[in-house]
């Protein structure tokens, strides 16, 4: 089965640039999306087919996928972006898959 | 705005059944692919179920196939999911979301306990 793979945790700096990652096999040629989960909250999709992001995402948050490795990226990163970080994938073979996800704590 | 209720959750036996609803506003249901996701803190975020706008194109996770179905009533603006032959596993929350292939609005979770 297919696996995505994260980092479990992430610190930065408030004001500093996050870049979480997520793995895969061939993971460029799939679409990604990434949702914030922040605690005793549901997940929020802030990423879309890679790098779209839904109205309501600040334009602080970016994505890219190219080769295993997708990536978002937070630029100016606030406290209240801490949270949980999950990246997603689909395919016909594999249906949908999770990454573990990274829990960003912003010092 | 977008709004997706779930209930149903509750303390559930080892091969017992439970009904989870997932009430829908805010949006046009009726057009809209749905899907069941569960959560656990061992396994993470799990997607289970699928159903499209019609009800006609369903699919599962291997994980449940054969014991779980979906289901939806566009009149109602309502998703279900029927849970059979319950494992310990199942012990999750389970979120109804919106989306083909990504989830783009999710209820707050009802919580599903199975233990004897």
């Known amino acids: 089965s297919y696996e995505l793979s994260q980092p479990p945790s992430l610190s930065v700096l408030p004001g500093q640039t996050a870049s979480l990652t997520c793995s895969g096999d061939k993971l460029g040629e799939k679409f990604v999306c990434w949702y914030q989960q922040r605690p005793g909250q549901s997940p929020v999709l802030v990423i879309y087919?890679?790098?779209k992001r839904p109205s309501g995402t600040p334009g602080r948050f970016s994505g890219s996928n190219s080769g295993d490795t997708a990536t978002l990226t937070i630029s100016e990163t606030q406290a209240l972006d801490e949270g949980v970080y999950y990246c997603?994938?689909?395919?016909?073979?594999?249906?949908?898959?999770f990454g573990g996800g990274t829990k960003l704590t912003v010092l | 705005e977008v709004h997706l209720v779930e209930s149903g959750g509750a303390l559930g036996q080892p091969g017992g059944s439970l009904r989870l609803s997932c009430a829908a506003s805010g949006f046009t249901f009726s057009t809209t692919e749905m899907n069941w996701v569960r959560q656990t803190p061992e396994k993470g975020l799990e997607w289970i179920a699928y159903?499209?706008?019609?009800?006609?194109?369903?699919h599962y996770a291997a994980s449940v196939k054969g014991r779980f179905t979906i289901s939806r009533d566009n009149a109602k603006n309502s998703l279900f999911l029927q849970m059979n032959s319950l494992r310990a596993e199942d012990t999750a929350i389970y979120y109804c979301?919106?989306?083909?292939?990504?989830?783009?609005?999710w209820g707050q979770g009802t919580r599903v306990a199975v233990s004897s």
């Open positions: 979301a919106s989306g083909t292939n990504y989830f783009e609005d």
């Open positions: 159903i499209n706008s019609g009800g006609g194109n369903i």
């Open positions: 087919q890679d790098q």
């Open positions: 997603q994938t689909w395919d016909s073979a594999t249906d949908v898959v």
